[in-house]
């Protein structure tokens, strides 16, 4: 990252509060209101190691019910954050607090808070919740992360995603180490759009389900935080990349033709080829209506996790590699089997009842 570095030593100041070289602080930054006019805050620890170098922000649970990510950060401020050796790391393990409280995706006023960012002091709570992490956070920092999991009733395999044609995203999503990444500016208004265009380079991690904090998505999750600052200079150490790493060229979701219970016949993570049957789905009396079959040779991104759906409603996600499905199984067979790519697919494949085609009962 030399050349896009600004490793001179900033002033750095958060919640009001200076926060010096070789500081660790933990400050409160006020979000919102109450009705009863009692402040809203969300914790913010900042380790500012004494040496000059890279800025990096982490933030989870925008998405309220997104909580794999608030694990993550948790684990980064213990575990990595005491081995900084440059730099400054700033954790906000919830930054939609309201949300978080409510066990919800979304702000009380309904709004999808990775809509509104930058964000504006004036305009509606949403508005203003972003505003504030923005200004106090995002606009202070070099680079950034953005931890985020499948929305409610699905699953994703672990991936990262950015624009690849910002300076500075594509290393940040490479070292970080996921096997899959996705290429893209996201959505207006997501925080690592803004935060792209505000001249900080940020990425997100879509991994795991909400509501929970899956044992082998921390560990994903936390591996990657540690090979970017590895990447960045701010931590020694070996960057550890995956058992092979490829770009989505080209996402599809498999959609259900009819209403019914699904049978899985894969999950996250497996390789399909074309025509492979992916799910069947059946009536409560066990009657198969619809095989759902994969389109092309792909790798199953995310799933429902709901077994029970509609037509029209998503099933399978599927995530077409540049590189060849016989490449990624050969990576993959040298792989150990302890290792987290074969522990990742074990542990996910545990969320969803899945059996092989043509034999209707699970052993
Ligand atoms: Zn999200």
Redesign the pocket.
């Given at each position: 990252m030399s050349g896009s570095q600004k490793p001179t030593r900033r002033r750095l100041t958060i919640c009001g509060q200076r926060i010096r070289a070789g500081q660790v602080c933990d400050l409160r930054l006020k979000m919102s209101e109450t009705y009863t006019g009692d402040e809203i805050w969300v914790p913010v620890r900042v380790h500012r190691a004494r040496k000059a170098g890279p800025r990096v922000f982490l933030t989870a649970a925008?998405?309220g019910d997104?909580i794999n990510g608030l694990g993550i950060i948790r684990e980064a401020m213990l575990r990595l954050g005491p081995e900084l050796k440059a730099g400054t790391l700033i954790c906000v393990p919830v930054v939609n607090m309201f949300g978080f409280e409510a066990g919800q995706?979304y702000t009380p006023d309904r709004r999808d808070l990775?809509r509104m960012f930058p964000g504006s002091p004036n305009g509606s709570l949403a508005n203003r919740v972003a505003n504030i992490l923005f200004d106090e956070v995002v606009r202070k920092c070099d680079y950034g992360i953005d931890l985020?999991?499948a929305?409610e009733g699905r699953t994703n395999f672990p991936n990262v995603r950015g624009d690849l044609n910002v300076p500075g995203v594509r290393t940040l999503a490479e070292s970080f180490g996921c096997e899959l990444i996705v290429h893209g500016r996201g959505p207006e208004g997501s925080l690592r759009y803004a935060a792209c265009q505000a001249g900080c380079p940020t990425i997100?991690l879509?991994a795991g389900e909400v509501a929970k904090i899956e044992p082998t998505v921390l560990q994903v999750g936390l591996r990657g935080i540690r090979n970017v600052l590895v990447q960045l200079g701010m931590m020694r150490g070996t960057v550890h990349r995956p058992a092979y790493q490829t770009r989505v060229q080209k996402k599809t979701w498999v959609r259900a033709a009819v209403g019914g219970l699904l049978r899985f016949h894969v999950a996250p993570g497996d390789l399909v080829e074309a025509g492979q049957p992916l799910a069947t789905n059946e009536s409560l009396f066990g009657d198969a209506r619809s095989v759902l079959i994969a389109p092309s040779d792909a790798i199953v991104l995310g799933m429902a996790t709901m077994p029970a759906v509609k037509p029209g409603e998503p099933v399978c996600h599927l995530a077409v590699p540049r590189k060849s499905l016989r490449s990624i199984r050969k990576a993959l067979d040298a792989a150990a089997d302890e290792s987290i790519p074969h522990q990742l697919r074990r542990d996910m494949a545990s969320q969803v009842t899945s059996v092989e085609y043509g034999h209707p009962d699970p052993d």
């Amino acid at each position: 990252m030399s050349g896009s570095q600004k490793p001179t030593r900033r002033r750095l100041t958060i919640c009001g509060q200076r926060i010096r070289a070789g500081q660790v602080c933990d400050l409160r930054l006020k979000m919102s209101e109450t009705y009863t006019g009692d402040e809203i805050w969300v914790p913010v620890r900042v380790h500012r190691a004494r040496k000059a170098g890279p800025r990096v922000f982490l933030t989870a649970a925008i998405h309220g019910d997104e909580i794999n990510g608030l694990g993550i950060i948790r684990e980064a401020m213990l575990r990595l954050g005491p081995e900084l050796k440059a730099g400054t790391l700033i954790c906000v393990p919830v930054v939609n607090m309201f949300g978080f409280e409510a066990g919800q995706r979304y702000t009380p006023d309904r709004r999808d808070l990775n809509r509104m960012f930058p964000g504006s002091p004036n305009g509606s709570l949403a508005n203003r919740v972003a505003n504030i992490l923005f200004d106090e956070v995002v606009r202070k920092c070099d680079y950034g992360i953005d931890l985020h999991s499948a929305a409610e009733g699905r699953t994703n395999f672990p991936n990262v995603r950015g624009d690849l044609n910002v300076p500075g995203v594509r290393t940040l999503a490479e070292s970080f180490g996921c096997e899959l990444i996705v290429h893209g500016r996201g959505p207006e208004g997501s925080l690592r759009y803004a935060a792209c265009q505000a001249g900080c380079p940020t990425i997100i991690l879509e991994a795991g389900e909400v509501a929970k904090i899956e044992p082998t998505v921390l560990q994903v999750g936390l591996r990657g935080i540690r090979n970017v600052l590895v990447q960045l200079g701010m931590m020694r150490g070996t960057v550890h990349r995956p058992a092979y790493q490829t770009r989505v060229q080209k996402k599809t979701w498999v959609r259900a033709a009819v209403g019914g219970l699904l049978r899985f016949h894969v999950a996250p993570g497996d390789l399909v080829e074309a025509g492979q049957p992916l799910a069947t789905n059946e009536s409560l009396f066990g009657d198969a209506r619809s095989v759902l079959i994969a389109p092309s040779d792909a790798i199953v991104l995310g799933m429902a996790t709901m077994p029970a759906v509609k037509p029209g409603e998503p099933v399978c996600h599927l995530a077409v590699p540049r590189k060849s499905l016989r490449s990624i199984r050969k990576a993959l067979d040298a792989a150990a089997d302890e290792s987290i790519p074969h522990q990742l697919r074990r542990d996910m494949a545990s969320q969803v009842t899945s059996v092989e085609y043509g034999h209707p009962d699970p052993d």
